[in-house]
């Protein structure tokens, strides 16, 4: 398994329960099993610092100084997706600013990976005028016009930071810190909005009573495990999906899909539903993604249990997309679908329109905007539209967290 932090913990209280070695940052489909590991060794609470890091594994090496203090396992996993996230420049910019502050504390680390990029470093001073338009960059928070870097005169820029002084020599390169703060984006217990990898929900997630002085918002990015999300909800202190407010923050649902939700009045008690639906929806492909918009439409279904459950059967249902007439779907099936030997030399023999007549009456198929489907299962869509609104009046359970 490939990862930017491989950390030795244990219990301090209790040392004889030995160690565990947990990669970081965790697999979303491991995560479960690795809380309850060291859940066994009385460790991996949602919001306590209670695991001693007795060895550090990490090509950030000054990430070392973390060993021998207390972290949050969670703290840890934040720390390693936003390093897996940096570039080379950004990896130098971070070590050689947490070197010149002497950072010991994971929370001033998480800090820093927010800030780093203002700092200059420089690891070749053969180049200046690369050197000069890196410095530039920073100083103008990494985004500048093609024209002004085209204008500078980057050798004369790196000159005048070189003679200005101020800088600090380190393992990771000369640093210039140019006037940079370690601002606390993290203040220790809400970790900022940060998107990892692919997710198609990410969800704000606040108490209802409002948020107590000096807390911030949680973010939850679905799918994700059971332990996940329970977890993301204690550390805005709410044990209770009723006592959860949601808002969307952002999602990459197929559209038609994401109409059929209401996103934006979302509540506690849709986390699991929404959860499952995206389980289901995130391995599908593109073309997977176009059908279920179609069959959304075709059923003119709505809520997260009915989407799952057209998800778990598109198979049952062929979509043509883009075919928007009758004369359209026959000339598809003649010419495309491979049920018939097209002869282009019969061209203006074939009734297109016709025959797309034809088998549209005969399939049941409907046109929408996304193009043409039909149901072809054994079970009724009446009886499998029924199964899933008997879902949705139930409602489904999430371990760990009361109703």
């Known amino acids: 398994m490939s990862y930017v932090i491989k950390a030795v913990l244990s219990n301090p209280r209790h040392p004889e329960y030995g160690q565990v070695t947990i990669p970081f940052p965790i697999p979303v489909d491991q995560y479960d099993q690795i809380i309850e590991m060291l859940q066994g060794i009385d460790l991996g609470f949602s919001v306590n610092r209670d695991c001693a890091v007795d060895e550090i594994d990490s090509r950030y090496s000054v990430l070392g100084a973390v060993q021998g203090t207390l972290v949050n396992i969670d703290q840890l996993d934040y720390l390693a997706k936003r390093l897996d996230g940096f570039c080379t420049g950004e990896a130098s ?3 050689a600013m947490a070197h010149k502050l002497e950072l010991t504390d994971v929370q001033d680390f998480i800090n820093m990976t927010f800030c780093c990029q203002q700092a200059t470093v420089i690891t070749d001073f053969s180049d200046l005028e690369t050197v000069g338009q890196r410095h530039f960059m920073n100083l103008n928070g990494g985004s ?18 070189i003679d200005g002084g101020g800088e600090t020599v380190t393992p990771y390169g000369v640093v210039y810190d140019n006037g940079m703060k370690l601002d606390q984006a993290y203040n220790g217990h809400q970790f900022p909005a940060y998107l990892y990898d692919h997710r198609l929900l990410v ?15 949680e973010y939850l990015y679905l ?3 059971e332990h996940q999300i329970e977890r993301t909800l204690l550390r805005v202190g709410v044990t209770s999906r009723h006592d959860v407010q949601v808002r969307l923050n952002w999602d990459e ?5 994401a109409d059929a939700l209401d996103l934006k009045h979302l509540r506690g008690s849709d986390l699991p539903a929404l959860n499952r639906m995206c389980q289901v929806l995130a391995p599908l492909k593109e073309t997977d993604m176009e059908k ?6 075709m059923t003119e279904t709505s809520g997260a249990e009915a989407v799952c459950r057209l998800a778990e059967n598109l198979d049952q249902f062929d979509f043509v997309p883009n075919v928007q007439t009758p004369e359209e779907y026959g ?3 003649i010419q495309e679908s491979g049920y018939f030997a097209y002869d282009e030399n019969l061209e203006g023999f074939y009734d297109y329109r016709r025959y797309g007549e034809q088998q549209v009456q005969q399939e049941g198929g409907q046109f929408n905007e996304c193009g043409y489907v039909v149901y072809q299962g054994a079970v009724p869509l009446e009886e ?6 008997a879902e949705q009046r139930q409602g489904p359970q999430m371990g760990g967290l009361t109703q």
């Open 93 to 95: 910019q971070f070590q």
């Open 144 to 161: 500048v016009r093609m024209e002004e870097l085209e204008n500078l005169d980057g050798a004369e820029t790196a000159f005048l930071l």
């Open 203 to 217: 969800l704000e997630i606040t108490p209802k009573r409002g948020l107590a002085e000096g807390k911030n918002p």
């Open 223 to 225: 799918p994700a495990s």
């Open 253 to 257: 649902l197929p559209e038609k899909a």
């Open 292 to 297: 279920l918009d179609a069959v959304v439409l």
């Open 331 to 333: 000339r598809h099936m």
């Open 384 to 389: 499998l539209m029924r199964d899933a609104a």
